[in-house]
Every structure is written in structure tokens, then in C-alpha cells.
């Protein structure tokens, strides 16, 4: 979602429940700021109304390479790529539990989010657990999932979407469609295209072991001139590699370009690795 200005307001899913019905999910952090957006937005004819679901409903993800197979030794539905493929949804049960079930993923991963009615919580939780013993899956945290996050170059809402700047400059420009009639900020989004992007948002690796650099840390060029801001960074360990995402002046956001980063006081090198990994083609 843009502003007037036609910089980023919000991120979110939403998902075509029914004809009558659909489904919005985004941050938990964001919750009153997206509830008051919408709120301000709603048609005056009364034609949408808005339930928030946040204190009925509970989210489970199970993800990884089997996690297809977990999902269908607790449904009866097929849930192979072909019948629910990448941002499919449907209705189900998992187990006893009715759930509504995406195909979506904050890790990169192959993924399912499962929305439970939190009086069938625990039912729901019960049988994937038992489902997932023959396949080794485990628990995992959100520090998990930022790292996978991080190797993907998946943006995180607060961090790397920010209202400061445009879709175009925030590396999104595929989910926009400027000839798409009547949107907040279109024109301004017009208007900022064609003066160029201010910034360009980017991952790097760097070339050290010691420490991930941090939220705020400059990015400079070779000559130590400050061009740009560290949003996110984390250490990636299945790649193996100490990543950072930011924007940096435009200048400098080629594929391979050498740049320093600053951690904990001191620049170590860095090079850009991708400006767009925003890549949905996982099994």
C-alpha cells in the first residue's frame, strides 16, 4: 500500500477467501497502524466492512522440503505443487481442526501458513507434530527465520519497507502496476518515476566473520564517501556468507560493485550480490 506521496504505507497479504470475503494479514507490529488506514479508506456507501480476526485466530507455519508432506499425512486434500501451487489458499482440516491454508512464506522456504481458530489451537498443533516425527521436523525461532529471510532478500516491514521511499526505490517494482486505475499515490508515484530513483535498495555480502553489521550502519563507498544505510543484516548460515541489505545512492547499486561497510567502527569490504531477490520459484 502507497501514500499520498506515493512512498510505501504498509505491507500485507491478502487472500480471496470467498467472493464476499477477504483476508488481510500483515506485521502483528502493524496492526492498529493497517486497522486505521483501511479504516480511513473504507467506501462511504457501507459496502466493506472490516472484522479484525487478530484475537480468534492463530497462525502455524510448517516449512521446509517436506513440509508438503507433513500438510497431506494431516488433510485429506492434495496438496501437491500442481493442485496448490505458490500463493494458492484454501479451506481445510488439519487433523480436527478446520484452518485456512496458504501457500506463502517469510522464510524463502516452501512454506504453508496455517490460520487456526484458537479453540482448535492446540488440536491443530498436536497432529503436525505427530506428522512431522517421521520427517524430523523441529521447532524453530524467529531468529530462523530472519536468517533465511535475510539469504532470500525478503524484505522486513519497519526495516527494509519504509515510508521514506518508493516502491521503485524499495526494489519492488514488479508488484507495481502504474496503468492500474484509482490507487493512493498513483500520481505522485508518476511523477517520482520519471525524476529517477533517490536511493536503491540492494543486498551485500561482506568480507568479514567477526560480527554482522548492524540497523544504521553507514555503507560507504571505496574512497570512504558515506553512500547509503544498512536496514537489515545477519549472519546466513546455510550460505555461509555475512549479509547486510540497505539502500545506497543509485550510483552504486550494480550487481558486483565493491563497497565498505561499517562494523562495530571499522569498514570492511563488501559487494553487492543482488538489487532484486525477491524470486518466488522454490518447489
Known sequence: ?????????????????????????????????????????LPEDGSVEIRSRTNDDTILVIAGPKSRDVLSAVSREDWSKEAFPWLSVRKAFIGIAPAVVMSVSFSGELAYEIHVPNTQLYAAYLALRKAGEAHGMKLFGSMAVESMRLEKGYRHWKADLITEFDPFESALERFVKLDKPGFIGQDALRARQAEGPRRKFVSLVLDCTHAPAQWG?????????CIGTVTSAGWGHRTGQNIAMGFVDPAFGAMGTALLVEVIGEPVPATVVASDLYDPEYA
Open 1 to 41: 500500500l502507497l501514500n499520498e506521496h506515493g512512498n510505501l504505507k504498509a505491507e500485507a497479504t491478502l487472500a480471496n477467501l470467498s467472493e464476499e470475503t477477504i483476508w488481510y494479514g500483515s506485521a502483528a507490529a502493524s496492526e492498529f497502524h493497517d486497522m486505521d488506514w483501511l479504516q480511513q479508506h
Open 217 to 225: 550502519d553507514s555503507i560507504l563507498a571505496a574512497g570512504g564517501t
